[in-house]
């Protein structure tokens, strides 16, 4: 095999594609949740069992009454100071295509979310209480975290990119469980948000240069940590002080949003750029 040949294969196989999730899983995800869940009589009744009680019962009532964290009682501030924040950080670090892919997962996310809430309609088909029909679907604070975590791991540093993302999915954990018990959004609407956002994640990064397509999260023992740590926050921001089965479910659903984040990231398509031969090594 000649060295042209040896040059080609190495540019094929950087080519490939890799074992990361692939937006359409993601979208199919998003349909499947929608139609299972929000569409159907089953799905309905058992997400408005979930309603039982008052948001004042929540034990974070309190807290985002007073305190207000990010983005439960400041969501446009909080989305236009990450977005700041992530073209800041683009900037000093002169990576300018992964800047301009953070800031279109960040609008994609969110915008994508704003529309689908005037398009996708909830019907009525289990015979809902008037307040239990409204289109909610998808969660429009968890599109905020999951849109601005995603868009921060692309133009962080390679080093401080798996801490990045650690305390990212424990925020995406605690905003959702809070969206839920506070009887904001039904658990389909913070799953559906996550999913939107790991598919726009998913399509931009596949669709960056080569060169720049960012290094993929592998930090090891820290994946358990994260998770502990994402678990923990979901249970605290779930409690009730009238239930401690729905929390639970509360909980569980939201540390499947901060799973299905953590896997995107760590699962981020990585291309090299091609091998110009020995000497480029």
Known sequence: ????????????????????????????????????????????????????????????FALVESVGPPPLKA????????????????????????????????????????????????????????????????????????????GMTLVASPRARPYIAAAGILWLAVTAAAVQTLYWHRPSDAIGATLLG????????????ATTAGSTVRPGALSGIALVLAAAGALAASTRKDSVMHPLAFAAVALLCAALLWITVAKQPTRPAPDAGPAAR
């Open 1 to 60: 095999m000649t060295q042209q040949d040896h040059t080609f294969t190495r540019i094929t196989e950087a080519a490939r594609p890799t074992t990361a999730p692939r937006p359409l899983l993601f979208l199919l995800g998003f349909a499947a949740i929608y139609l299972l869940v929000v569409c159907t009589p089953f799905g309905q009744t058992a997400e408005n069992s979930l309603v039982r009680g008052f948001a004042e019962q929540a034990r974070v």
């Open 75 to 150: 969501a446009m501030p909080t989305l236009v100071a990450g977005s700041a924040l992530i073209a800041a950080v683009a900037a000093v670090r002169r990576c300018w295509w992964q800047g301009c892919a953070a800031l279109a997962v960040v609008v994609a996310t969110v915008g994508g979310t704003e529309v689908l809430h005037t398009v996708l309609p909830r019907p009525d088909l289990a015979d809902a209480p008037h307040n239990l029909i409204a289109a909610s679907f998808p969660s429009g604070h968890v599109a905020i975290v999951a849109g601005l975590v995603l």
């Open 198 to 209: 790991c598919a726009c994640y998913s399509l931009t990064t596949r669709l960056l240069p």
